[in-house]
C-alpha cells in the first residue's frame, strides 16, 4: 500500500470571500490549497454549468495545474430566476437594496443560490453542485458578504449574514455542499492512485 499523495489544488478566483469559505472544508478533508487571485473572463451562457466549464478550462491554460473554481447563481422565484447567471453584475449595480426595492410588494419570497465548483487538471473535467433554498428578506441584516444579507436559508430564521457572524453559515451554505462533494471525491480519487 502506497501513502496518499496530497497534491495541491488551486483555487481561482477574484472572490477572497468564497476562499475564506472553502479553506475550513478542504482542511478538513486534509486536502492542501492554495488561492490564486485572478478574474477569469466569463463566456456568455444561460448555463452556469457551461460558464464554470469554460472559467476552470481558463484556470488551467493560465496555471497549468489542477485548478477548482467556482461560478454561483442567486435565482428569485417571482423574478423568474433574475438575477440567476448574472448576480455578480446585479450585485455590483442594483446593490442589495436595489433588489429589495424590487421586491417591495412581492408576497412570493422564494430564492435560492446556487454552486457549481469545478476541478480541471488539463485531463478530467468534473462539476459539483450545491443548493441552498430559502427566501429573501425584508430588510438588509449586518454581516457577511455579498446577498448574505438579504437571504434567509430554509429552517433558520437569520440571514446568511446573521449566520456568518454566528461561524454557522456552513451549516446551511450552497458553497459547503458543493465544496464537500469534491472533497469526497477528490480524497477518493487520491486513495485510488496510491493503491
Ligand atoms: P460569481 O459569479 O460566482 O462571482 O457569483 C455571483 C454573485 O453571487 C457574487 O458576486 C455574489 O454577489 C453572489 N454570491 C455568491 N455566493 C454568495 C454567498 O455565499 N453569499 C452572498 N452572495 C453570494
Do not use: C
Not at 24 to 52: C, D, M, N, T, W
Not at 115 to 135: M, P, R
Amino acid at each position: 500500500m502506497g501513502q496518499t499523495k496530497f497534491k495541491e489544488v488551486y483555487f481561482v478566483s477574484s472572490n477572497s470571500n468564497k476562499y475564506r469559505e472553502i479553506v475550513p472544508i478542504l482542511s478538513h478533508h486534509g486536502i492542501i490549497s492554495r488561492f490564486v487571485k485572478i478574474s477569469l473572463k466569463e463566456i456568455q451562457s444561460e448555463s452556469i454549468y457551461q460558464i464554470a466549464k469554460a472559467k476552470s478550462a481558463s484556470a488551467f491554460e493560465y496555471l497549468q495545474k489542477t485548478v477548482i473554481i467556482e461560478d454561483d447563481g442567486f435565482y428569485i422565484s417571482s423574478l423568474k430566476g433574475f438575477p440567476g447567471q448574472y448576480s455578480s453584475f446585479v450585485y455590483k449595480t442594483l446593490g442589495n437594496q436595489g433588489l429589495l426595492k424590487l421586491m417591495e410588494n412581492e408576497t412570493d419570497r422564494k430564492a435560492y443560490f446556487i454552486s457549481v465548483i469545478a476541478y480541471n487538471d488539463g485531463l478530467a473535467l468534473k462539476t459539483f453542485t450545491g443548493k441552498t433554498e430559502g427566501t429573501l428578506s425584508r430588510s438588509a441584516t449586518n454581516g457577511g458578504w455579498g446577498f448574505d444579507p438579504i437571504f434567509v436559508p430554509k429552517h433558520t430564521s437569520k440571514t446568511y449574514g446573521e449566520l456568518s457572524q454566528l461561524n454557522r453559515k456552513s451549516v446551511f451554505s450552497h458553497r459547503y455542499k458543493s465544496i464537500e462533494k469534491f472533497s469526497k471525491w477528490y480524497i477518493r480519487i487520491l486513495l485510488d492512485e496510491t493503491h
